[in-house]
């Protein structure tokens, strides 16, 4: 109870902060855009970068956390995409909008502030980098889907360089991997950070986690709507969030527990990046290629106000089982 009252109120009092905010009209519904884009573009990557190249490399080749992380996520993508086309008969690139509901988190928004929160400055790479790790996979296979569905479509318009172009592009300049690749360059070759650089990237760093939180408080303001009746009872939602809360932190922790071996935070960490609610960069792809739209927006909801039992409940087990003290 300590814990939760402690660790885990704070982080969804930051997200009722910005729900309040919202419907109050204190700040605008609207904002939230910006406030995600600020967010996305500017604040996470910088975070990411800073906890990146300040890391030995050794820790970024910790082969046995990037596996349990992989696996967690693929199982969970995969067995969902094979449910979905056997027993509701979908095709196509759809499936790949299905299986990111089942698999990707808000590890950047809600995962990387929670940990920090919780454990300071030494949570800040083991979570950038199961951040990197939930995103890159992911996004790369969905957007790889789509693109290649469109591809043959298109066939005799654009030729194999373009659309190769057209996969690879997004996915290397995604904020976030950009971020990540030039952190583990500086890592790579043991380059210190000169001041300036480093007060700036801490400055925007401690920026990341409060506002991406408020943002989504704020987001939540216009979506009463996905409530109703009709959507609570979808049962493709509720499939998805059994895969989402329930099969992708199951599999993790067996992974954890069973077959690879990682130190206690790190274990923690992927253990429980698995097990956050859906992420509302699923809602941006469903928009962006116009499939399971108002599935998606149900599912991040019901997930979000889901998770704050199930990430309490997780937490605190996580915290007894390996002992792992409070604080930074």
């Given at each position: 109870?300590?814990?939760?009252?402690d660790?885990i109120?704070p982080?969804?009092?930051?997200?009722?902060?910005?729900y309040?905010?919202g419907?109050?009209?204190?700040?605008?519904?609207?904002?939230?855009?910006?406030?995600?884009?600020?967010?996305?573009?500017?604040?996470?990557?910088?975070?990411?970068?800073y906890?990146?190249?300040?890391a030995?490399i050794?820790?970024l080749t910790?082969?046995?956390?990037?596996f349990a992380n992989?696996?967690?996520?693929?199982?969970?993508?995969?067995?969902t995409?094979l449910f979905?086309?056997?027993f509701l008969k979908?095709?196509?690139?759809?499936?790949?909008?299905?299986?990111?509901?089942?698999?990707y988190g808000?590890?950047?928004y809600?995962g990387?502030p929670l940990?920090i929160?919780?454990?300071g400055?030494?949570a800040?790479?083991?979570?950038a980098?199961a951040t990197?790790?939930?995103?890159?996979p992911?996004?790369?296979?969905v957007i790889?889907?789509f693109?290649?569905?469109?591809a043959?479509?298109n066939?005799?318009?654009k030729?194999?360089?373009y659309?190769?172009?057209d996969v690879?592009?997004p996915?290397?300049?995604h904020p976030i991997?950009?971020?990540?690749?030039?952190?583990?360059?500086?890592?790579?070759?043991?380059?210190?950070?000169?001041k300036?650089l480093d007060?700036?990237?801490s400055?925007?760093?401690?920026a990341a986690?409060?506002?991406?939180?408020f943002?989504i408080?704020?987001?939540?303001?216009?979506q009463k709507?996905?409530?109703?009746?009709s959507?609570?009872v979808?049962?493709?939602?509720?499939?998805?969030?059994?895969?989402k809360l329930?099969?992708?932190?199951?599999?993790?922790?067996l992974?954890?527990f069973?077959?690879?071996?990682?130190?206690?935070?790190?274990?923690?960490?992927t253990i429980?990046?698995s097990?956050?609610?859906?992420?509302?960069?699923v809602?941006v792809?469903?928009?962006?290629y116009?499939n399971?739209?108002?599935e998606?927006?149900t599912?991040?909801?019901?997930?979000?106000l889901l998770?704050?039992?199930?990430?309490s409940?997780l937490?605190?087990?996580?915290?007894?089982?390996?002992?792992?003290s409070?604080?930074?």
């Open positions: 109870m300590q814990i939760i009252i660790i109120l982080i969804f009092a930051i997200i009722l902060c910005g309040i905010a419907r109050t009209e204190v700040i605008s519904a609207s904002g939230s855009k910006t406030l995600n884009s600020y967010v996305f573009f500017v604040a996470l990557p910088a975070l990411l970068f906890a990146v190249a300040n030995p050794s820790q910790n082969w046995n956390f990037l992989l696996l967690g996520i693929l199982s969970s993508f995969f067995l995409i979905i086309r056997l979908k095709k196509s690139a759809v499936l790949s909008i299905y299986g990111m509901n089942a698999s808000t590890t950047g809600m990387l940990l929160a919780a454990f400055d030494k800040a790479l083991p979570a980098l990197l790790i939930h995103n890159i992911v996004i790369a296979t790889v889907t693109e290649w569905v469109r043959k479509e066939r005799h318009e030729g194999l360089f659309f190769l172009q690879i592009k996915v290397l300049f991997t950009l971020s990540v690749l030039l952190g583990i360059t500086f890592s790579l070759f043991n380059i210190t950070l000169p300036s007060i700036f990237a400055f925007l760093s401690d986690g409060p506002t991406a939180l943002a408080g704020l987001g939540l303001t216009n709507e996905l409530l109703k009746w959507s609570l979808n049962k493709e939602v509720h499939f998805l969030l059994f895969m329930g099969f992708q932190p199951t599999i993790t922790l992974l954890v069973f077959v690879f071996e990682l130190e206690p935070l790190w274990a923690l960490t429980l990046m097990a956050l609610p859906i992420g509302a960069g809602f792809f469903a928009q962006k116009d399971l739209t108002q998606t927006s599912g991040i909801v019901l997930s979000l998770s704050v039992l199930t990430i409940i937490f605190i087990y996580l915290i007894e089982h390996y002992s792992i409070i604080g930074g």
